[in-house]
């Protein structure tokens, strides 16, 4: 996961005015807030949600469920690649 930091409006303008998709991302921790208005973001994971709400029209339950799924992938992929990672230098002479 890459974090970015970026203002609200930036936020805003990104998913074309869209207010309440920003606010339910913050709601579901998806953005953090920081420092006013600056917020602690992985925009791929705000697209991806934006994707999923306008798109395929998936309710929030819906949107929660896929991103902790996505993240849940992510990290099971990270650490198999570390244990293949560990195999391989133990194998090496």
């Known amino acids: 996961m890459t974090t970015t930091r970026f203002s609200y409006q930036s936020l805003v303008d990104l998913v074309d005015g869209d207010h309440e998709l920003i606010a339910r991302l913050v709601?579901?921790?998806?953005i953090v807030k920081r420092d006013g208005d600056v917020a602690v973001v992985d925009?791929?994971?705000?697209?991806?949600?934006?994707?999923?709400?306008?798109?395929?029209?998936?309710?929030?339950?819906?949107?929660?469920?896929?991103?902790?799924?996505?993240?849940?992938?992510?990290?099971a992929r990270a650490r198999i690649a570390e244990l293949e990672q560990q195999l391989a230098s133990r194998s090496s002479p």
């Not at 925009?43 to 309710?59: C, G, H, Q």
């Not at 949107?63 to 990290?75: C, F, M, N, P, T």
């Open 27 to 30: 709601e579901i921790d998806e």
């Open 43 to 75: 925009i791929d994971r705000v697209l991806v949600a934006r994707t999923l709400v306008r798109e395929l029209e998936i309710d929030w339950p819906g949107v929660e469920v896929i991103l902790r799924l996505v993240r849940e992938l992510a990290e």
